[in-house]
């Protein structure tokens, strides 16, 4: 099969198919005739610059073959079709030719017989339409490839903050257990031994728990899946539990069981990345609240979950550009990748990121995320919690 840009040509009457062909073929344009529409699918169509059809081509199942194979074409395409016609002496082919114009885009049609001229305007102009087309797309590809990286890179940089924040926290209840070991070592009574071996045993539980929660927080499910919210999160913020003791913060929870429709495992990084983001913005300690609610935002039912701090809020100056790549006010200890993953995860997820800060005292930041409660495919949309032509973050008032 070829493997290079080609026009196709379907003429399945006379001599037609083989003199359009050698004519593009023999001013540069690459070409190649198929004996009907309803083949061009299996000729490639990511190889294909567009259809020259004569109305005969359109005749029987043609027309519906046509409109199935421009159904069928990626977002990024606009199929250019040259229809050469025999104008209003066929009436019958006039009618087809009329509908062709009416359902179709990128439609251009000449009257047979074609002069060469015209027919290699409307190939050239053809041509260039296609070619923008494609770079517009392999733009896109690239743009693509460059995100995904730069996801994989922010989620490796999350599990490395992950296992640091869990090294830290497994190493004081180890402390507290070579020092209960000690005390049953040295305990004078039976009593004195059990008391010790209990706390221990405390120790080791809460040891546990942190190996748990981190492990949940990397095997969680990709795919959507009704989740609760509410557990997902108080699970997130258990990681920070030794952050929040040293640094004197008041943890403030307020979550009832609430499902949403989401990736688990997404949506968990994203509040994994609010809270940290929470904790910063209090070196000198504060309140951390988190809720999480059942909410109706735009018509449908959602998860509302909220991650507020007491922290010295957002400047109005950086807010413009919060959700971009690689901005951050971290320094070296920030990636820049964090609130823009955040967005993304919300977005993917068909849910509202919506935020609002103060700098004037009380200071503090807010960031609400909505997810909605039911399937995309339920209301038959993508986009359940944002209208279109709204954007998937908003800063509250």
Not at 43 to 65: F, M, P, Q, R, Y
Not at 194 to 214: C, G, K, Y
Request: hydrophobic letters at 45%; aromatic letters at 6%.
């Amino acid at each position: 099969m070829p493997t290079t840009l080609r026009f196709l040509v379907v003429a399945p009457v006379g001599r037609d198919a083989e003199l359009i062909a050698t004519l593009l073929n023999s001013s540069g344009y690459a070409s190649d005739r198929m004996e009907s529409i309803a083949g061009v699918e299996q000729a490639g169509n990511s190889l294909l610059l567009g259809l020259i059809l004569t109305n005969e081509a359109l005749v029987k199942d043609g027309l519906e073959a046509l409109r199935k194979l421009i159904d069928a074409q990626p977002e990024w395409s606009d199929l250019p079709v040259i229809l050469l016609t025999s104008g209003p002496r066929e009436p019958r082919q006039a009618i087809t030719a009329s509908q062709v114009r009416m359902q179709f885009r990128s439609v251009f049609l000449l009257d047979r017989p074609a002069r060469k001229e015209l027919l290699l305007s409307a190939v050239q102009v053809a041509y260039n339409s296609r070619l923008k087309q494609l770079e517009v797309r392999d733009a896109a590809m690239r743009q693509y490839q460059s995100e995904e990286t730069l996801r994989n890179a922010e989620k490796l940089a999350t599990a490395g903050r992950l296992v640091a924040t869990m090294a830290h926290e497994v190493n004081n209840p180890l402390e507290a257990l070579g020092n209960l070991l000690f005390l049953i070592e040295q305990s004078s009574t039976i009593d004195d031994a059990r008391s010790f071996s209990h706390m221990a045993a405390q120790e080791l539980e809460r040891i546990s728990d942190i190996v748990n929660q981190t492990l949940r927080f990397h095997r969680a499910p990709a795919k959507p899946a009704i989740t609760d919210v509410a557990e997902l999160a108080t699970s997130a913020l258990t990681l920070f539990r030794g952050k929040l003791r040293e640094r004197k913060i008041i943890e403030c929870v307020s979550a009832e069981p609430t499902f949403a429709f989401c990736s688990a495992g997404e949506v968990r990084q994203a509040v994994v990345n609010l809270i940290g983001n929470a904790l910063d913005a209090m070196p000198e300690g504060g309140r951390l609240y988190l809720r999480v609610s059942a909410a109706t935002r735009n018509g449908t039912l959602c998860a509302r979950l909220t991650i507020a701090d007491t922290g010295t809020g957002i400047r109005a100056e950086i807010r413009p550009n919060l959700f971009n790549q690689f901005f951050t006010t971290k320094g070296s200890r920030g990636t820049g990748l964090g609130l823009w993953l955040t967005r993304d995860i919300v977005i993917r997820n068909c849910g509202w990121l919506r935020y609002r800060s103060r700098t004037a005292a009380p200071s503090g930041t807010a960031f609400t995320i909505y997810l909605p409660a039911i399937p995309p495919a339920a209301l038959g949309r993508t986009d359940l919690a944002r209208p279109a032509g709204r954007p998937a973050t908003e800063e509250a008032a």
